[in-house]
């Protein structure tokens, strides 16, 4: 969308609120009843599976007639409360007022029913779950207003989730101290960006770190060196919706960012471009974040994604208010080289929504803004998820692929490289 004209504000936040991994105001998820079997013992862990760069794991909803029903959730350490499909949501009974029970690994979990979002939202008339995910079905969405009742372990390298009773484990790692907001069970953590404090929600379910486009705009004239490019690239634009913040983004690399007890360096990051333009931003604010931070109930800069989390296995003590760092390999100063192209998905296919410039100058020539990207190197591309069109949109610098595009009927077939994101070697003390 290029006009704040064409979204209501209404809508706007629900999808600003879906992308950056939560739902604003929601009802406080209060009503959660947790029921451990024997044999589950002090912890449970389950496998999760990656889509879109994001987390997922399988549950078990209990249908009205005592059956159950699988199906995938996005572990969203973001989102205040349950958010279900629209079908799901009337499968389980909850439009008639039941509650929400569900099995999580062996750990049954009931949530009052008030409590629960009916659907996603929609973007273009589509849902935004399937706008994320497809052709992968993701029904849920699995909160950090059910998370909290947990000591949660996410482990990139095992692709596994631990579920354990609060008080039961010996984390391991470097502790981190979080604030968990008391309504929205969202963790929050006091980093610092330029000797400056920048609250910054933990979310694995973001698959990178998103930022305010206003104070991002404030670093880059203080260090113009930070900037990367303009517009979305690589997993920084795995929302893929027809809105301005991927398009009109901005891309940097924070040489060092600082956590209590903890560093870390060289940190990719999106400031968003404004819904509906500048014009929009100056009528209305940071319409995508001012809603989301009311939803979650804290001020925040942005969220910490997973182009930082996949590097360490990362436990959540909600009840202490305490995070735990372990650090499974060494942070990636690549995650911004590739192909400079922002895409947005149309149907079952993708279209390029913006041509990434840096210093003025486009890093694809030969490529326009509404050009329908068919295929690379020969690979056709509809039907495909967004990560494996990232996958194979991705090139080393100097790498070479073969675009072929459909422009307003016209067949236009463009032969480019990767670009270097130009990322300073850091060395991290953690």
Known sequence: MRHLARV???????????????????????????VWPAEAGAAVTLPMQRASGRWLVSVGFRRPDGSERRALAWLNMAAPAPILSEGLYRELGLAEGRDLT?????????????AVIDGPGRNGGRDLLDLLFAPRIV?????????????????????????????????????VPVRINP?????????????????????????????????????????????????????????MADLDLEPAGTLIRVPRLDLPGLSLPDVGALGTGPLGGKLGEAAFGEAFWDSWQAGIGEPVVGWLGNNVLDDVRLTLDYAEGQ?????????????????????????TGYAV?????RQGRPLVPGVEAGDRLLRIDG????????????????????????????????????????????????????
């Open 8 to 34: 209501s504000r209404g809508l706007a936040i629900v999808i600003a609120g879906l992308l950056s991994a939560c739902i604003p105001s929601v009802p406080k998820v209060d009503q959660v009843a947790v």
């Open 102 to 114: 569900m099995r999580v690994g062996t750990i049954g979990v009931t949530v009052g029913g008030r």
């Open 139 to 175: 029904e849920a969405v699995l909160p950090a207003g059910v998370l909290r009742r947990f000591v949660v372990t996410v482990d990139p390298r095992a692709a596994s989730l631990t579920l354990a009773r609060p008080g039961s484990l010996r984390p391991r790692g470097v502790p």
């Open 183 to 239: 309504a929205s069970g969202v963790a929050v953590v006091e980093a610092r960006i330029d000797d400056r404090a920048v609250p910054l929600v933990l979310d694995v379910g973001a698959p990178y770190t998103w930022l305010r486009g206003r104070t991002v705009a404030t670093w880059i004239d203080r260090h113009p060196d930070w900037h990367r490019a303009d517009g979305a690239v690589g997993r920084s634009n795995l929302a």
């Open 323 to 347: 995070s735990f760092w372990e650090r499974q390999r060494a942070a990636r100063s690549d995650d911004l080289d590739g192909i400079g192209l922002t895409l947005v998905r149309h149907d």
């Open 353 to 357: 929504a913006a041509v990434a410039t």
């Open 379 to 430: 690979q056709p591309l509809d039907g495909l998820p967004p990560d494996a069109v990232l996958a194979t949109l991705s090139a080393r610098p100097g790498g070479p692929r073969i675009l072929e595009l459909d422009r307003a009927g016209t067949a236009v077939r463009v032969e480019v490289e990767g670009a270097r994101s130009a990322s300073r070697k850091q060395i991290c003390p953690c």
